[in-house]
């Protein structure tokens, strides 16, 4: 966010000299912010029971939240939190996430796992969106409830978005390919453009399926 920032003023001020605003640019002998370190925590297995039985301590719907959030590897305020009942088929155990809700703007089918399924059970149905506030609209007190859970968990250095981390980490270390975490994920990458990309994701399906009920029985023996 500061390189972002920073950019973004160097060439605000850069405009106001060249159509002589100003005379000289406040940002001109200043560098640019060092690039952050990139995040890599995710829950160690000890952890993962930790985060169960912190989030169990929520009440509904923020629990149901934080679990599905592990589960799906989902991203939490853009995929999950904006999330409706009628996108979810507890039958055919898929979740389709719309095309303008994903960040590569690519739709994604989420395989659910039994234990998903259980926690979806468990949500009480208040309104079109599974996890909305008083007012019917999808929740936004993403600070207040980490307060919540952060008081339950004590897990150090941890974010939300550790979960969809962990998931992919973990995936791996169970044996699941590389590719097929993309998928899972929907990460964007060269082999999912044009025709070839729609061939990949087809053909990878039930192996996402596999990769969904592996994680989802992982979670459950750890939090057992």
Known sequence: MARLLFAFMRTFFAYLVEQDIIKTSPMSDLKAPKASD????????AEIKIFWNAASQLKP?????????LLTGARNETELAQAKWEKFNLVERVWVIPANRCKNKQQHIVHLSQ?????????????DYMFAGYNGEPFNTFSYIKKKFDKHA??????????RRSFG???NELGVPIEVIELCLNHKS??????????NCNLKLEARTQAFDLWG???DECAA
Not at 115 to 127: E, F, G, M
Not at 190 to 199: N, Q
């Open 217 to 219: 029985s992982f979670v």
């Open 154 to 163: 004590k897990l150090e250095n941890f974010r939300l978005h550790d979960a």
């Open 61 to 69: 719907p923020y629990q149901q939240f934080y679990k599905l959030a």
């Open 190 to 199: 060269g082999e999912r453009s044009g025709i070839k990309g729609v061939y």
């Open 169 to 171: 980490s973990w995936c």
């Open 115 to 127: 234990l998903a399924i259980d926690v979806l059970n468990s949500l009480p149905r208040t309104s």
């Open 38 to 45: 990139k995040r890599d925590r995710y829950l160690q297995k």
